[in-house]
């Protein structure tokens, strides 16, 4: 157990646990217990909602500590004012959280204990919802999470499975294992602490005319779900995105651009600079040959378009002396494998995340699931909210981001002939 709670950063920590009113509150007596085991200092604090699901007494029993619900209990205050509990925690966890406490989150109220803790504390805030599927999915609820993300809150899950209702979908409240792991997460070692980490991500839009474009369906969420996930491994991110409606990850610097060759402008004044490049852009492959100065106007007949082929902004970067890291996507219809590691060897790619695009998949959804190849083998990441499934990406290619550095470190003269593009990184690693 030492060993785990050394690992994995709860040790020691003082966990303020807010659960809100909901079914799933059950779960939050096991994530108590979880929390406790793995070293942290947990008090928890019930919504009025909540304390109609679980007793006060039981998380009581629980955490060990007085369990606190209401902003005007004499005695509690007396005890330890609420002023003086914001500043106890280092970390705020509410699970689960409704889609109720969500908005009032979202839109600074202080009307209860909970949500004023959360306004005069300045703990990280980790989020684990649990709610009906439609009310997670409901642009009000986006809206909220988007606003409270873009202020550095983190969201856990929700997950996807069979509720209280007699559906199934987006929405459960996470397993306390998985919330429990993925705090770990946030507060264990950080893997990409000092490495500069650059992403591309959204669609790119190529100008027919003054009104008309090329683009594609891209929302640019796979790819701010990387920058945030690197951000959160300690790595300084740039974000190079095209048009999207995206808040930008707290602490994360966004560079925006419109077209494929703006986007490959951005790219390669950072890439020189930067230890890794994920390209999870949706890059336009062709543009108009001409930008028409005015709006085309109809002729009674077909119009015909010439286009020309952008230039491969992955290929470049690859091609760089000394190069990044270089890890692509692979957006594909059908033979996934066989196309994604086409393009792994033809661009010259360290790594290469290939996902199925279609019909509510990939492209604009919230979830995404991904075949990760490299030339060592294959693996399977399990379909995810884009976040989580970004957060395991990223642990990936840090692990393999970090292979490949103590290979050239160690490897010499025969790493350099085996691996010519790697021999550059090592370059690039001793002039830093
Ligand atoms: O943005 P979302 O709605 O969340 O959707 C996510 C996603 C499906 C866009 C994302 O997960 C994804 O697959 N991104 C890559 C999309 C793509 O352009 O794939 P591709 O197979 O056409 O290109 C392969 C790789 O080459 C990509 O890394 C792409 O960024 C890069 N490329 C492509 C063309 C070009 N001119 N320059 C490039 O760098």
């Known amino acids: 157990m030492a060993q785990f709670e050394a690992r994995n950063g709860l040790a020691g920590l003082r966990v303020l646990l807010g659960v809100s009113g909901g079914i799933a509150a059950y779960k939050a007596c096991e994530l108590v217990r979880r929390l406790r085991d793995a070293g942290a ?19 009581q029993a629980l955490s060990g500590q007085p369990v606190r619900s209401g902003l005007w209990d004499e005695a509690a205050e007396a005890a330890m004012g609420h002023l003086e509990l914001a500043h106890w925690a ?12 969500v908005a009032r989150l979202a ?23 649990a709610m009906n ?67 591309s991500a959204g669609p790119t839009y190529e100008d027919i005319d003054p009104v008309r474009f090329i683009g594609n369906r891209s929302s640019g969420r796979m790819g701010f779900a990387v920058a945030q996930a690197a951000m959160e491994q300690g790595a300084r991110v740039e974000l190079v ?16 651009v419109r077209s494929a060759r703006d986007m490959r402008e951005a790219v390669l004044a950072r ?16 543009r108009p040959h001409e930008v028409a100065a005015h709006k085309l106007k109809k002729t009674g007949g077909a119009l015909t378009l010439s286009l020309n082929e952008n230039p491969d902004i992955l290929a470049a970067v690859a091609a760089l002396k000394p190069r990044p890291y270089v890890v692509g996507f692979a957006a594909e219809t059908q033979n996934i494998e066989g196309y994604a590691r086409a393009k792994l060897e033809r661009k010259k790619l360290d790594l290469i995340a290939a996902n199925k695009v279609g019909e509510g998949e990939g492209f604009d959804a919230c979830q ?21 499934l970004a957060r395991q990406l990223v642990a990936r290619i840090a692990e ?22 790697r021999a550059s990184g090592r370059t690039r690693a001793r002039a830093k």
């Open 133 to 199: 599927l439609r009310m997670w999915a409901h642009a009000a609820t986006q809206a909220n999470v988007a606003t409270l993300r873009g202020r550095g809150a983190v969201f856990l899950g929700p997950g996807e499975g069979r509720m209280a209702e007699p559906e199934s979908g987006l929405g459960r409240l996470l397993e306390p294992h998985e919330i429990i792991a993925e705090l770990g997460a946030l507060h264990g070692p950080k893997a990409l602490t000092g490495k500069r980490v650059l992403v």
């Open 107 to 129: 839109h600074g109220f202080a009307d209860d204990l909970l949500s004023t803790l959360c306004l005069a504390s300045d703990a990280p805030l980790a989020i684990a919802p």
């Open 368 to 388: 995404n699931e991904i075949l990760l190849i490299s030339r060592d083998g294959a693996e399977r990441l399990a379909r995810a909210d884009k976040l989580a």
């Open 241 to 256: 995105a095209g048009p999207v409606h995206l808040p930008t990850p707290a602490g994360v610097a966004r560079v925006d």
């Open 90 to 101: 280092q970390r705020i966890v509410i699970a689960p959280a409704s889609a109720d406490l």
């Open 41 to 59: 200092e947990v008090r928890v604090v019930l919504t009025e909602n909540a304390a109609r699901f679980v007793t006060p007494l039981t998380f």
């Open 271 to 286: 890439a020189p600079h930067s230890d890794i490049y994920v390209g999870a852009a949706a890059v336009g492959d062709f």
């Open 400 to 421: 393999k981001y970090a292979n490949r550095e103590s290979e050239i470190g160690s490897g010499k003269a025969s790493v350099r002939k085996r691996l010519p593009a």
